[in-house]
C-alpha cells in the first residue's frame, strides 16, 4: 500500500464515516496515536520493506535519527525533510492548528518511530545498506555476485538507486533502477571487509548449494559468489562410493564460467580454511551452505543466459 492510500485511510477513519457521537475534536489525538503507533507500522514495514532491511540498516537510522535530533532545523521548529513532505501532501489531516493546542502540539511525527523510518525510506529520504545481485546492470565481471551498497527508494519507478562503494582505485559507482529481485538483506551482520568465519565445512557434500566471499586483492571488500560443492577429481561420482564428504579438501565449483576458465574451480581445505588465494586471482573467504530454496532459487533465476570466460 503507498503513503497516499495509508493517509486516505486515516482520513476516513478520522472522518467516522457520519456524525458519532464523539466530536472530532475530542478524538483526533487518540486517533493520529493509533495510526502512528509502532505496532501499527511494523505490519507495513516488516511486509514491504522486510526482505531488504538488516541489522545494519536499522543501526544506520538510529544514526540518522541521533543526527537529525541535534539538527539546529528541529531546535528552530523548521520543517526540513520528511516532515515538509508530510506537510505538502496532506497538510490537511497531518497539521490542524485550529482544532486544539493539545491536538496541534502532539501532529509531529516522532523522528525514531516506525512510521516515521518506512515513510523516509518510501520518500527516498534514506539511503541504507543491502545487497545487490549482479551489479552495474549485471555487469559480466559480477554475474552470480552479490555486492553491498547503498540503497534509496525511487517511488515514481517503484525501482532503487544503487551507490556502489569504491574498489581500490575506482571511484564510487552508481547504478539506477535496480528491481526488486536483485537486493536482500545482508545474510551476515558485518562489514564486507571482514572475513565470514565458516561453521559449516564439516558438513559439506558434493551437491550442496554455496556461497562464498571473494575480493580482488585485500582493499577490496568481500562480494558474496554462487557455486556448488564438486566431487574430487579422484571420485568415480558413484553415491553409493563417494567418499568426497570424508576428506579434507573441498572442491568448489562455478558453472557459470565455461570448463576451461580459471575461475571455474578451487579447492579449501576443511580443516585450516581462512582466506585462501593471491594477487592474480584474488582472495576466496568464508562460506555460507545454502539450505533455503528461496535462496538458491534466486541465484538460478539469475543465471548468465550465456556462459561466462
Not at 108 to 127: N, Q, R, T, V, Y
Not at 186 to 191: G, K, T, Y
Not at 273 to 285: C, L, P, S, V
Request: charged share 25%; aromatic share 12%; hydrophobic share 30%.
Amino acid at each position: 500500500m503507498s503513503f497516499a492510500s495509508k493517509v486516505d485511510s486515516f482520513e476516513a477513519v478520522e472522518g467516522g464515516g457520519g456524525g458519532g457521537a464523539i466530536s472530532h475534536g475530542g478524538c483526533c489525538s487518540s486517533l493520529r496515536s493509533m495510526c502512528t503507533a509502532d505496532h501499527f507500522w511494523e505490519k507495513h514495514m516488516r511486509n514491504k520493506w522486510g526482505r531488504i532491511i538488516g541489522p545494519a540498516a536499522y543501526r544506520k537510522w538510529q544514526w540518522h535519527v541521533a543526527l537529525r535530533k541535534d539538527s539546529s532545523h528541529l531546535k528552530q521548529g523548521r520543517p526540513k525533510g520528511l516532515m515538509r513532505i508530510l506537510s505538502m501532501v496532506r497538510p490537511s489531516w497531518w497539521f490542524k492548528p485550529k482544532v486544539d493546542d493539545d491536538c496541534s502540539k502532539q501532529s509531529s511525527l516522532p523522528d525514531d518511530s516506525i512510521m516515521s523510518w518506512f515513510l523516509a525510506i518510501e520518500s527516498g529520504e534514506f539511503w541504507f545498506p543491502a545487497q545487490v545481485y549482479n551489479r552495474e546492470n549485471g555487469h559480466v565481471g559480477f554475474m552470480l555476485s552479490c555486492y553491498d551498497a547503498e540503497l534509496s527508494y525511487d517511488q515514481r519507478t517503484d525501482t532503487f538507486q544503487a551507490r556502489y562503494p569504491p574498489h581500490g582505485r575506482r571511484a564510487v559507482a552508481i547504478e539506477s533502477y535496480v528491481p526488486w529481485e536483485r537486493l536482500r538483506a545482508p545474510p551476515i551482520d558485518a562489514s564486507p571487509h571482514n572475513l565470514h568465519i565458516s561453521d559449516c565445512l564439516n558438513e559439506l557434500r558434493p551437491g550442496d548449494h554455496i556461497e562464498i566471499q571473494w575480493r580482488r586483492n585485500k582493499e577490496f571488500p568481500y562480494g558474496w559468489w554462487y557455486g556448488v560443492v564438486a566431487h574430487l577429481e579422484s571420485c568415480d561420482r558413484n553415491e553409493n562410493y563417494c567418499r568426497c564428504h570424508q576428506s579434507d579438501t573441498v572442491a568448489l565449483e562455478f558453472n557459470q564460467y565455461s570448463p576451461g576458465s580459471r575461475w571455474r574451480h578451487t579447492m579449501i581445505n576443511r580443516k585450516e580454511h581462512r582466506e585462501e588465494g593471491n594477487e592474480a586471482d584474488g582472495f576466496y573467504g568464508g562460506i555460507r551452505n545454502l539450505s533455503s530454496v528461496e535462496e538458491i532459487s534466486t541465484w538460478k533465476r539469475l543465471w548468465p543466459s550465456e556462459i561466462l570466460q
